[in-house]
T-cell receptor
Framework: ENVLTQSPGTLSLSPGEGVTLSCRASQSVTSKYLAWYQQRPGQAPRLLIFGASHRAAGIPDRFSGSGSGTDFTLTISRLEPEDFAVYYC??????????FGQGTKLEIK | EVQVIQSGADVGKPGASVRISCKITGYTFTDLYIHWVQQAPGKGLEWVGLFDPNNDETEYSARFQGRVAMTADTSMDTAYLELINMRSEDTAVYYCAAAPPLEWLSSTLDYWGQGTPILVSA
């Protein structure tokens, strides 16, 4: 089983700051099978990034994804108030069981 | 515009079963994979499984194998998740999500429903 581990668990930041979230896999993940989701409080998740680095439709360009192998990152260049949420990475290849990481919470400092 | 509309909150007793529905509009139902995701109170996302309405093929997470059943009624563009022989730890919000296939039994989760809270309580 390929386990995704996200770090840190929680980050306290201010609007306007930049941030990089980490997602590390216990075994190599094919880049095209790595996605990031955002979940705001009380809402359903939404797809941000697919294929490790491709923004989903309607996602602002302050969100960017990168990485390969076992290490992937989600970067938010300038935090807006609506970006304070929980972020999950997910692998979605056939053999991965579409598993999620445990999430990273961004909170306002 | 694609919409994913789930049934409302439900309560079931331990050992009972409940069924959640998920209706898709704005997209050809059989051109989508339907995923189900569990979120226990205060916890993260856990993938339950995937259903292909085109041929009724399923892929279940090992944790949920035998404890859930995924089906669909293509005439109604609606997918279903049945929770079988429920336990207290099945108390959670269950999300339905859909996306076109990337490859066999694999896709992202592009379109999400609003979630269905399920409470298991005697």
């Amino acid at each position: 089983e390929n386990v995704l581990t996200q770090s840190p668990g929680t980050l306290s930041l201010s609007p306007g700051e930049g941030v990089t979230l980490s997602c590390r896999a216990s075994q190599s993940v094919t880049s095209k099978y790595l996605a990031w989701y955002q979940q705001r409080p009380g809402q359903a998740p939404r797809l941000l990034i697919f294929g490790a680095s491709h923004r989903a439709a309607g996602i602002p360009d302050r969100f960017s994804g990168s990485g390969s192998g076992t290490d992937f990152t989600l970067t938010i260049s300038r935090l807006e108030p609506e970006d304070f949420a929980v972020y999950y990475c997910q692998q979605y290849g056939r053999s991965s069981s579409h598993s999620f990481g445990q999430g990273t919470k961004l909170e306002i400092k | 515009e694609v919409q994913v509309i789930q049934s409302g909150a439900d309560v079931g007793k331990p050992g009972a079963s409940v069924r959640i529905s998920c209706k898709i509009t704005g997209y050809t139902f059989t051109d989508l994979y339907i995923h189900w995701v569990q979120q226990a109170p205060g916890k993260g996302l856990e993938w339950v499984g995937l259903f292909d309405p085109n041929n009724d093929e399923t892929e279940y997470s090992a944790r949920f194998q035998g404890r859930v059943a995924m089906t669909a009624d293509t005439s109604m563009d609606t997918a279903y998740l049945e929770l079988i022989n429920m336990r207290s730890e099945d108390t959670a919000v269950y999300y339905c999500a859909a996306a076109p296939p990337l490859e066999w039994l694999s896709s992202t989760l592009d379109y999400w429903g609003q979630g269905t809270p399920i409470l298991v309580s005697a």
